[in-house]
């Protein structure tokens, strides 16, 4: 079964650094990127970046860009999501997902996330 | 701020057929790029639809997605009480290199 668990809930105070973490299993993990989504309580989903664990290539959103490092350790098949200075802001809870995709007969290609991670919530708060 | 719209909510009854909403597909979210999510509160997102009209193994036939201009939309017929949850459609945007997320939508069966 193809699954990504991650790490579990954390509170941190604004100013402390925080790393969560997104272990897959079930599949080659290099041969897919992985994707980390933002939830903030009540509101909907925001693409934060992507890594590819292959070749550590890493995207990230213009929103995100510059406020967290996302990477990934192939050794371990696990995917991170890294503060260096929390804020209030970023209590949240934060999603990983396997990014894959496919190119049809016709047309541009298909791009989807499945499956995603339980979530880890984070509490930032002083 | 979404790029795509949606709408905050839904309904129907039993058995009757909703349609989801997502407008605001501008031309650099690729044409077969629509994906739907399905998050029943309290759990992850799941996959709902990818391709516009693809669906996974495993999501029944209600469900149908399409795409016209700059709209999208999720169509569930025959809707059950289990259907309840938010959907969310997203689109891969190619200025951004990744995906961009609609509001979500809470559908409530009555």
């Known amino acids: 079964e193809v699954q990504l668990v991650q790490s579990g809930a954390e509170v941190r105070k604004p100013g402390e650094s925080l790393m969560i973490s997104c272990k897959g299993s079930?599949?080659?993990?290099?041969?897919?990127?992985i994707g980390w989504v933002r939830q903030m309580p009540g509101k909907g989903l925001e693409w934060m970046g992507i890594?590819?664990?292959?070749?550590?290539?890493?995207r990230y959103s213009p929103s995100f860009e510059g406020q967290v490092t996302i990477s990934a350790d192939k050794s371990t098949s696990t995917a991170y999501l890294y503060w260096s200075s929390l804020r209030a802001s970023d209590s949240a809870i934060y999603y990983c997902?396997?990014?894959?995709?496919?190119?049809?007969?016709?047309?541009?290609?298909?791009?989807?996330?499945?499956?995603w991670g339980q979530g880890t919530l984070v509490t930032v708060s002083s | 701020q979404s790029v795509l719209t949606q709408p905050p909510s839904a309904s129907g009854t039993p058995g009757q057929r909703v349609t989801i909403s997502c407008s605001g597909v501008s031309p650099n979210i690729g044409s077969n790029t629509i994906t739907w999510y399905r998050q029943v509160p309290g759990t992850a997102p799941k996959l709902l639809m990818f391709?516009?009209?693809q669906r996974p193994s495993g999501v029944p036939d209600r469900f149908s997605g399409s795409r016209s201009g700059t709209s999208a939309s999720l169509s569930i017929s025959g809707l059950q009480s289990e259907d309840e949850a938010d959907y969310y459609c997203?689109?891969?945007?190619?200025?951004?290199?990744?995906?961009?997320f609609g509001g979500g939508t809470k559908l409530t069966v009555l």
């Open positions: 890594t590819n664990p292959g070749d550590s290539e890493t």
């Open positions: 391709g516009t009209n």
């Open positions: 997203a689109g891969w945007d190619y200025n951004l290199s990744g995906p961009v």
């Open positions: 997902a396997r990014h894959s995709e496919t190119t049809p007969l016709y047309g541009a290609t298909y791009r989807w996330f499945d499956p």
């Open positions: 079930g599949y080659r993990f290099t041969s897919y990127w």
